[in-house]
């Protein structure tokens, strides 16, 4: 059974950092691109960021460059999104995301419809 389990969400102020954490199991990892999507009260989920995990490429959302970065450690098959600078409009609930076979830019081109496995999600809020 596949499963990604995110954690790291939390209560930030603006201006603020935090870490999430995607740990995936029962899948092979490095035939993946693994992502980010956020969806915030009453909006349509979005693409954060893409890491190709097997040869580290990157893919950010024009929203987040700059002060997010997407990282992998293969060895503990997890990828981290460190946010920095957050922002209030950055409040959304978090998903991990997996996408098989396919290039960060591709997986974020796709947005949604290339996701084959998803996370339960994170909370993150960004108080002003």
């Known amino acids: 059974e596949v499963q990604l389990v995110e954690s790291g969400g939390g209560l930030v102020q603006a201006g603020g950092s935090l870490r999430l954490s995607c740990a995936a199991s029962?899948?092979?990892?490095?035939?993946?691109?693994i992502g980010w999507f956020r969806q915030a009260p009453g909006k349509e989920r979005e693409g954060v960021s893409y890491?190709?995990?097997?040869?580290?490429?990157?893919y950010y959302a024009d929203s987040v460059k700059g002060r997010f970065t997407i990282s992998s450690d293969n060895a503990k098959n997890t990828v981290y999104l460190q946010m920095n600078s957050l922002k209030p409009e950055d409040t959304a609930v978090y998903y991990c995301?997996?996408?098989?076979?396919?290039?960060?830019?591709?997986?974020?081109?796709?947005?949604?419809?290339?996701?084959?496995?998803w996370g339960k999600g994170t909370l993150v809020t960004v108080s002003s």
């Open positions: 029962g899948l092979t990892f490095d035939d993946y691109a």
């Open positions: 995301a997996a996408s098989w076979g396919f290039t960060a830019a591709q997986a974020m081109g796709l947005g949604s419809r290339g996701v084959d496995y």
């Open positions: 890491i190709n995990t097997s040869g580290g490429s990157t």
